[in-house]
């Protein structure tokens, strides 16, 4: 009877437990079915958060022996901040398809806006091409500054070019400098040959001041003749220098924002030899 009854307590015990796991089991179910939701959302959620993440930004490079490599750019290392390549241009390089300078790997351009003429007159003219390379550089995402070759007698003249200079620039906005260029007439006579370091210093000067007041940055090209024999460094401290040097490495002792390393550069998308820039 024990066993019985004992048998009878099991089997109500079962059909208690069933009954009691029933709603359990269909809970349970319910319950599965809304992790299964819940987790095809997420997966859902995380396929499109990944879609929507910025791709790795790839470098290419070679070695030195040529051998080329790629790898991801890690975004959490700080990246340089300069302008690795850059040209100079003006008229003489004539059209220039801009979008294939800046695909070859081109940052910045520094285009001539003007020039005086070296002859006695020392006429003032506008760059013939100034006006088109600096809109279709600028649109092509090249950072632009701009040069004027100099050839003041005195600091009156060299307010009228920083006057011409200003006048081109109207409407126009830079992300490089506005560079002086003095520079001397090597295989010509020039009415610049006799000028003395101290006038070429005091014409810089004058220059540099006016663009400044106009909220624009001066600099100043030069060469290591120029910072030896002509231009006073300690009274032009306060603007940047860009460095126009062809040997294989700056024989400057001073500092410089920009280094010009050769005139014979080969560019796709311009014609002729131009000069090259860091």
Excluded at 144 to 159: L, R, S, T
Excluded at 162 to 175: F, R
Aim: hydrophobic share 35%; with cysteine.
């Amino acid at each position: 009877r024990h066993r019985m009854v004992r048998g009878k307590y099991v089997a109500a015990v079962g059909i208690l437990t069933a009954a009691v796991m029933l709603p359990g089991c269909e809970g349970g179910s319910e319950e599965k079915k809304g992790q299964e939701k819940k987790e095809k959302q997420e997966v859902t959620e995380e396929s499109t958060d990944k879609s929507s993440e910025k791709k790795p930004e790839i470098l290419h490079f070679v070695d030195v022996y040529g051998q080329p490599y790629e790898v991801e750019i890690r975004p959490e290392i700080e990246k340089h901040t300069y302008n690795l390549d850059g040209v100079d241009v003006s008229e003489h390089q004539g059209e220039i398809d801009w979008e294939k300078v800046k695909a070859v790997g081109y940052d910045f351009a520094f285009i001539r806006v003007g020039y005086r003429g070296y002859g006695e007159a020392g006429r003032l003219c506008t760059d013939a091409m100034f006006h088109q390379n600096i809109v279709e550089a600028q649109s092509v995402g090249i950072d632009v500054g701009v040069y004027f070759f100099a050839q003041a007698v005195n600091e009156a003249e060299a307010e009228e070019e920083a006057d011409l200079v200003l006048q081109q620039l109207a409407g126009y906005q830079l992300q490089l400098p506005v560079v002086y260029d003095p520079e001397s007439i090597l295989d010509d006579e020039a009415r610049t040959d006799n000028v003395s370091g101290e006038q070429f210093t005091k014409n810089t000067a004058v220059f540099c001041q006016k663009i400044k007041e106009a909220d624009y940055q001066p600099a100043i090209y030069s060469n290591m003749l120029w910072e030896a024999y002509e231009l006073d460094l300690k009274v032009l401290e306060e603007y940047p220098i860009w460095y126009a040097d062809y040997e294989l490495k700056p024989q400057t002792p001073y500092r410089f924002e920009f280094w010009q390393y050769t005139n014979q550069g080969a560019v796709d998308g311009i014609e002729g030899e131009t000069d090259l820039n860091i």
